[in-house]
């Protein structure tokens, strides 16, 4: 039985749209392996495309953690200054060498190490911003050895939490392909390079 203009129209339409997606991914592929060739000789990780230099704006408060018992009034404005920074708008105004590498390389990283790191930061933003109100109060009501017991208590939790991060930035999520690729996915992989090959022929 012969499609109608309309069922041909949807045929077609969806071949459309997956020769865009292989297209897309096949792009995506190409960059990051592109990506991974100028990552020799700088901080960021060639197989993950990120870098731990991030983590230094959170490793900021721990070094104010431990210096504000001793003298709540000097550090609390510092405290109080700290305003979480996605990854690009840290390195926008770091001094980092490779800033503009390391922020194109963190939006063509691996989609599942992407996801697990933005995961990780989204948790230590908002422990840090708790712990920051809570040290803030502590401080405004002159409690100097309840902020003594929060900051000792809340360091470990926190480097935690950093370390947690930087395994992900240095491979602690797989994006081994030939690990967990089946014989489906490396098919879809090869079609995905065949529509990039096809525009230069």
Not at 160 to 178: H, R
Request: charged share 25%; with cysteine; hydrophobic share 35%.
């Amino acid at each position: 039985m012969s499609k109608s203009p309309v069922q041909l129209r949807v045929v077609a339409s969806n071949d459309n749209e997956f020769a865009r997606e292989n297209l897309v991914r096949a792009f995506k592929n190409s960059m990051t392996e592109h990506l991974r060739a100028h990552t020799k000789g700088t901080n960021v990780n060639e197989e993950t495309l990120l870098t731990t230099d991030y983590l230094n704006h959170f490793n900021e408060i721990i070094m104010l953690l431990e210096l504000v018992p001793s003298a709540p009034s000097q550090f609390s404005a510092e405290l109080a200054d700290w305003q979480h920074e996605s990854y690009e708008e840290h390195f926008t105004r770091s001094g980092f060498r490779d800033k503009e590498l390391a922020i194109v390389c963190y939006h063509n990283a691996p989609e599942e190490v992407r996801r697990a790191f933005d995961s990780s930061v989204a948790d230590m933003e908002q422990e840090m911003v708790m712990l920051l109100q809570q040290v803030q109060e502590k401080i405004d009501s002159g409690d100097t050895e309840g902020l003594s017991r929060l900051c000792s208590e809340s360091i470990p939790r926190l480097q935690d939490l950093i370390q947690i991060t930087a395994g992900i930035v240095n491979g602690a999520v797989s994006n081994d392909p030939d690990a967990v690729e089946d014989d489906s996915a490396k098919e879809e992989k090869a079609d995905a390079q065949s529509a990039v090959d096809a525009l230069f022929d």
